[in-house]
């Protein structure tokens, strides 16, 4: 059944007309029809077996999928690299005017709802915080964005300040407490103060952490365990440096701790300096709940960052050893676990959370997903559309029947 807790509103997409998707292909290979009004999967059938309506969108040739959520973005400092001549501004406008464009970028890849760390208490103490919930605010009816506060310091008598931060960025908006304990003088401490004022409003925690100290880890393990609404580390790349079994007993402590880790297979995260990609398949085997980020999108951490989750899952097929059924899992079905969102199927009752991308099997969506269309609660949000064509005298393409140039009236160009 689906979960009680509703997937949040925007304001602007809740009265959404009603949506027939006709034709789509589901990743047990079913060809279906698929009803959405309010929100949510009014009703699934046979292709065909469900009756026309004014609004139809024909999905044949796509596969239709549970929407990915991003549970690692920096919205902050997001295409800071791609910045023209001269120093990166972080003024307000600058960052909200980023954090929106790199929103709509992953929200264009099929993200409907994205949470992103953003640094408070540096020498703009609250700027950046302010500027990404005006981001937030600016994307109502495309896509849903929760910010974690991220202080620098929480210890001693300079984390005072952050501290105080922290508690007034939880007031401003951010929905989730969160941090990098490595960078603070007395780790075991600063994870003592995150958790203190989580649980005082309630909130999750989303921590940064390379993961490379297994006492460290044991200690927040311990201190994690049993605190509700959870906690998600990330990226803990450490992991994988550390001997096989200091990492299986890391894996065994997280697990009864119910602690979710978050990886970032694309690579860069802020506030991390070691590359490399957690232990997914030796954290899984353990009951760890893993989900994937995109980490850094093209700032100083990764100037190439896509902030693909498509990318994220097929990265951790191809190198990471997961079957593609898991590694989409770790970009959807984990990613929203992780993210305290409702699951997503695609049964009637469950939220309109969608992705449909061209191709038939999961397998090969990973490979080539170019074409994408992406629904957030019940609408359709972001069309991506890609056309390969080959030039109009190449017998292999005449041969094979595939898209040539000049066809159907479209001007031949030569290469």
Same mark, same amino acid.
């Given at each position: 059944?689906?979960? @009680?807790?509703?997937?949040?509103? #925007?304001?602007?997409?809740?009265?959404?007309?009603?949506?027939?998707?006709?034709?789509?292909?589901?990743?047990?290979?079913?060809?279906?029809?698929?009803?959405? @009004?309010?929100?949510?999967?009014?009703?699934?059938?046979?292709?065909?077996?469900?009756?026309?309506?004014?609004?139809?969108?024909?999905?044949?040739?796509?596969?239709? $999928?549970?929407?990915?959520?991003?549970?690692?973005?920096?919205?902050?400092?997001? =295409?800071?690299?791609?910045?023209?001549?001269?120093?990166?501004?972080?003024?307000?406008?600058?960052?909200?005017?980023?954090?929106?464009?790199?929103?709509?970028?992953?929200?264009?890849?099929?993200?409907?709802?994205?949470?992103?760390?953003?640094?408070?208490?540096?020498?703009?103490?609250?700027?950046?915080?302010?500027?990404?919930?005006?981001?937030?605010?600016? =994307?109502?009816?495309?896509?849903?964005?929760?910010?974690?506060?991220? /202080? &620098?310091?929480?210890?001693?008598?300079?984390?005072?300040?952050?501290?105080?931060?922290?508690?007034?960025?939880?007031?401003?908006?951010?929905?989730?407490?969160?941090?990098?304990?490595?960078?603070?003088?007395?780790?075991?401490?600063?994870?003592?103060?995150?958790?203190?004022?989580?649980?005082?409003?309630?909130?999750?925690?989303?921590?940064?952490?390379?993961?490379?100290?297994?006492?460290?880890?044991?200690?927040?393990?311990?201190?994690?365990?049993?605190?509700?609404?959870?906690?998600?580390?990330?990226?803990?790349?450490?992991?994988?440096?550390?001997?096989?079994?200091?990492?299986?007993?890391?894996?065994?402590?997280?697990?009864?701790?119910?602690?979710?880790?978050?990886?970032?297979?694309?690579?860069?995260?802020?506030?991390?300096?070691?590359?490399?990609?957690?232990?997914?398949?030796?954290?899984? +085997?353990?009951?760890?709940?893993?989900?994937?980020?995109?980490?850094?999108?093209?700032?100083?951490?990764?100037?190439?960052?896509?902030?693909?989750?498509?990318?994220?899952?097929? $990265?951790?097929?191809?190198?990471?050893?997961?079957?593609? +059924?898991?590694?989409? !899992?770790?970009?959807?079905?984990?990613?929203?676990?992780?993210? &305290?969102?409702?699951?997503?199927?695609?049964? +009637?009752?469950?939220?309109? !959370? =969608?992705?449909?991308?061209?191709? #038939?099997? $999961?397998?090969?969506?990973?490979?080539?997903?170019?074409?994408?269309?992406?629904?957030?609660?019940?609408?359709?949000?972001?069309?991506?559309?890609?056309?390969? !064509?080959?030039?109009?005298?190449?017998?292999?393409?005449? @041969?094979?029947?595939?898209?040539?140039?000049?066809?159907?009236?479209?001007?031949?160009?030569? /290469?």
């Amino acid at each position: 059944m689906p979960d @009680s807790q509703p997937e949040p509103s #925007d304001g602007v997409t809740a009265n959404a007309p009603a949506l027939l998707l006709r034709g789509a292909r589901l990743v047990d290979g079913r060809a279906v029809d698929v009803l959405l @009004s309010g929100g949510r999967i009014e009703a699934v059938g046979t292709a065909g077996s469900l009756p026309a309506i004014d609004a139809c969108l024909d999905l044949d040739g796509y596969l239709l $999928l549970p929407a990915p959520a991003e549970p690692h973005a920096h919205s902050d400092t997001a =295409l800071s690299a791609v910045t023209p001549d001269g120093p990166v501004s972080y003024d307000p406008e600058s960052v909200q005017r980023r954090a929106t464009e790199a929103a709509l970028l992953q929200v264009g890849h099929g993200a409907t709802t994205l949470r992103t760390h953003v640094r408070v208490g540096d020498a703009r103490e609250l700027e950046p915080m302010e500027a990404v919930l005006q981001a937030r605010r600016s =994307l109502r009816g495309l896509g849903n964005l929760t910010v974690v506060a991220v /202080p &620098r310091l929480l210890t001693g008598i300079a984390g005072a300040d952050g501290l105080a931060m922290l508690r007034d960025a939880v007031k401003m908006g951010a929905g989730v407490v969160g941090g990098c304990p490595d960078l603070d003088p007395d780790p075991t401490g600063y994870v003592e103060s995150v958790l203190t004022v989580a649980a005082e409003h309630g909130c999750p925690v989303d921590l940064h952490t390379d993961g490379g100290d297994p006492a460290r880890l044991a200690r927040l393990a311990a201190m994690a365990g049993g605190l509700r609404p959870g906690v998600s580390i990330g990226p803990c790349a450490g992991l994988s440096r550390l001997p096989a079994d200091v990492t299986g007993r890391a894996a065994d402590q997280l697990a009864a701790a119910g602690v979710t880790v978050v990886c970032v297979p694309q690579g860069g995260c802020g506030g991390v300096e070691q590359r490399g990609v957690a232990p997914v398949r030796v954290l899984r +085997a353990a009951g760890v709940r893993v989900a994937a980020g995109s980490g850094a999108v093209q700032d100083v951490a990764n100037p190439v960052g896509r902030g693909d989750p498509l990318e994220a899952a097929y $990265l951790l097929a191809s190198q990471g050893g997961l079957r593609a +059924a898991e590694a989409y !899992e770790a970009v959807s079905t984990a990613a929203r676990e992780a993210m &305290r969102l409702p699951e997503v199927r695609v049964e +009637a009752g469950f939220p309109a !959370e =969608l992705l449909a991308v061209r191709g #038939d099997r $999961l397998e090969g969506v990973l490979s080539l997903a170019y074409s994408r269309i992406v629904i957030h609660r019940g609408r359709v949000v972001a069309r991506t559309n890609a056309v390969r !064509e080959y030039c109009d005298d190449s017998a292999v393409a005449v @041969s094979l029947d595939l898209p040539r140039q000049g066809r159907q009236g479209r001007p031949e160009t030569r /290469p």
